[in-house]
T-cell receptor
Framework: GAGVSQSPSNKVTEKGKDVELRCDPISGHTALYWYRQSLGQGLEFLIYFQGNSAPDKSGLPSDRFSAERTGGSVSTLTIQRTQQEDSAVYLC?????????????FGEGSRLTVL | GDSVTQMEGPVTLSEEAFLTINCTYTATGYPSLFWYVQYPGEGLQLLLKATKADDKGSNKGFEATYRKETTSFHLEKGSVQVSDSAVYFCALRPIITGGFKTIFGAGTRLFVKA
């Protein structure tokens, strides 16, 4: 596609519910990233996929968070048993892979509000 | 581990003032360095980048020079405009085997008054 697409753009959920956030990266980009941006905070790295390699999950804050990337393209970030502190904007980005200087192209984010 | 430290905001300037936003980094190897900008209501976008020591990135009147000796990548603009009001993020991408995730600073919010 023309850019990184994320859905939903806004999600309001109740504490304890599970949510899924979707990211469709730029076609041909092999690297995909998830970040979290909380109000007044910077970008917190969550997880990174590169091609068929095992993902770097070092930023996931707890085992309630997981992500997968199917067919090397679309990615889904799942948050189980949501808590109020999970409220944030979840940003997805993609880049063209290892052999470049690594500019990231961001989607507009999914704003999650946990009541 | 690798990290980025940038000056805290908010920074408030009058139009046509000189801007500096400090950024220093800690990294193994020789990272690529970036400034990203987030305008109100928009997603993050790349502003400029530098890939090796002494490189100068520039775009839209903004400049930053990759200083290996001081591990810095300060953002400067000679004359800011109201339209420059945004949040600016300094970032690094390590160039080492096994890890390419981009690490961001906390962001610096800039307000420019007319």
């Amino acid at each position: 596609g023309a850019g990184v697409s994320q859905s939903p753009s806004n999600k309001v959920t109740e504490k304890g519910k599970d949510v899924e956030l979707r990211c469709d990266p730029i076609s041909g980009h092999t690297a995909l990233y998830w970040y979290r941006q909380s109000l007044g905070q910077g970008l917190e790295f969550l997880i990174y996929f590169q091609g068929n390699s095992a993902p770097d999950k070092s930023g996931l804050p707890s085992d309630r968070f997981s992500a997968e990337r199917t067919g090397g393209s679309v990615s889904t970030l799942t948050i189980q048993r949501t808590q109020q502190e999970d409220s944030a904007v979840y940003l997805c980005a993609s880049s063209s892979g290892l052999a470049t200087t690594g500019e990231l192209f961001f989607g507009e984010g999914s704003r999650l509000t946990v009541l | 581990g690798d990290s980025v430290t940038q000056m805290e905001g908010p920074v408030t300037l009058s139009e046509e003032a000189f801007l500096t936003i400090n950024c220093t980094y800690t990294a193994t190897g020789y990272p690529s360095l970036f400034w990203y900008v987030q305008y109100p209501g928009e997603g993050l976008q790349l502003l400029l980048k530098a890939t090796k020591a002494d490189d100068k990135g520039s775009n839209k009147g903004f400049e930053a020079t990759y200083r290996k000796e001081t591990t810095s990548f300060h953002l400067e603009k000679g004359s800011v405009q109201v339209s420059d009001s945004a949040v600016y993020f300094c970032a690094l991408r390590p160039i080492i085997t096994g890890g390419f995730k981009t690490i961001f600073g906390a962001g610096t919010r800039l307000f420019v008054k007319a």
